[in-house]
């Protein structure tokens, strides 16, 4: 699976821009997020900045990644947290 973001600001246009896409499906709920994230970048002093991302997941077993007992334990605790709320 993989993830494309991009984000723009223009700020003589005083716009912003973005685009999600998870394997090649544009995904608004992230579109949507990208442009509060950019409608909040401070000043440059550029005409344009923009920032873009390719994210690459592989799905691995919990079991073969370094420290997998401690991320488990980890991730216990944090559902067991949430139970209580």
């Not at 005083?14 to 394997?23: E, G, H, L, Q, S």
């Not at 509060?36 to 550029?46: I, K, M, N, S, V």
């Not at 873009?52 to 991320?71: C, N, Q, V, W, Y």
Request: aromatic fraction near 10%; include cysteine; glycine fraction near 4%.
């Amino acid at each position: 699976m993989w993830v494309e973001s991009f984000a723009a600001r223009y700020y003589f246009d005083r716009k912003v821009d973005a685009t999600c896409r998870i394997c090649n499906q544009d995904f608004e709920e992230g579109r949507d997020a990208l442009l509060d994230w950019a409608a909040g970048w401070p000043e440059t002093g550029a005409a344009v900045l923009s920032k873009r991302h390719f994210i690459l997941l592989e799905p691995t077993a919990l079991e073969e990644l370094k420290g997998s007992a401690e991320l488990s334990q980890n991730l216990d605790d944090e559902m067991h947290k949430s139970e209580r709320i």
